[in-house]
């Protein structure tokens, strides 16, 4: 058995991978952004040596994307310095570190899915200061270090697409959803479980795709909600993005690959339409 440290518990992946940690019966320490600011040094290194885990996740992050735009140096201080501190505690306590980053790394632009060495290209506030924390995971922890970037993420807890979808079922009669841009949906419970079969395998460190398998845009993940909730999926009508612009940029192709997974011998995530089916039960129980 492991003890882990989970930073960030309290958001919707941190929260599922400690559910999934205290079902198997792990030791897990989880705290929260009020019960750790990684961007505070002496506190990050005090908590690491002090509890001492084999194993930190490192979910603690600044989500927002587009007000990332208008303050990216306050998201670079929590994704950036705030990853490295963390690392750096790592490396000076001996643990692994399991950090969750982005497919907002890339570019967007690629006409095949994304390989976890491909050529970083961030084309957002949130992208470039997300880089800066995989950058800092890698250069302190080169041997102990694991990132694991992800996307299109829905869950039980907080805001999410799914969560949406459901509500505007229930609420509209037609609904508008961009169908420009590709990804992956992916459940955050099947995050974790890959956070937790990367842990137990003895996988080189390195970066990881914890995403699910096949793609879609938007408009295609809508569509398979509504279905999945016994509605009429023609009620959902596809759009361009610019028919509704944001501040940042979203990538117009986020699929990732899952090269590394099987290197290490471990199966990566399922279908997206499969693991829906049970996602969306979890999300509408919730």
Not at 91 to 116: C, K, N, Q, W
Not at 183 to 203: E, N
Not at 269 to 278: A, D, F, H, T, V
Request: hydrophobic share 40%; aromatic share 6%; proline share 5%.
């Amino acid at each position: 058995m492991n003890r882990w440290l989970v930073t960030g518990a309290g958001g919707m992946l941190g929260q599922d991978v400690v559910a999934s940690l205290e079902r198997d019966g792990e030791t897990v320490l989880a705290l929260t952004r009020r019960d750790l600011d990684i961007t505070d040094q002496a506190a990050v290194t005090a908590t690491v040596l002090g509890c001492r885990p084999d194993i930190v996740v490192n979910c603690a992050a600044w989500t927002a994307v587009d007000e990332a735009e208008a303050h990216e140096d306050e998201a670079l201080e929590v994704n950036g310095r705030g990853a490295r501190l963390v690392a750096a505690a790592c490396a000076e306590g001996g643990a692994r570190l399991i950090h969750i980053s982005t497919d907002y790394v890339f570019a967007g632009d690629a006409r095949r899915p994304y390989g976890e060495h491909d050529r970083c290209g961030p084309r957002t506030a949130y992208g470039r200061t997300k880089l800066a924390g995989e950058q800092a995971v890698t250069e302190l922890l080169p041997g102990a270090g694991y990132t694991l970037r992800t996307a299109w993420l829905y869950g039980a807890h907080g805001p999410n697409f799914v969560r949406t979808m459901i509500a505007l079922e229930r609420d509209r009669e037609v609904v508008d959803v961009v169908d420009d841009q590709r990804g992956q949906p992916t459940w955050a419970v099947d995050v974790a479980g890959q956070v937790i079969a990367l842990a137990r395998s003895g996988a080189p460190a390195g970066v990881y795709h914890a995403t699910s398998s096949g793609e879609t845009t938007w408009f295609g993940f809508a569509q398979e909600i509504f279905r999945l909730l016994g509605a009429d999926s023609a009620r959902v009508r596809p759009v361009t993005s610019g028919a509704s612009p944001r501040p940042a940029p979203r990538p117009a192709y986020s699929v990732l690959g899952h090269g590394a997974w099987a290197s290490a011998g471990i199966k990566p995530i399922p279908g997206w339409r499969l693991r829906l089916r049970q996602g969306l039960h979890a999300v509408a129980a919730a």
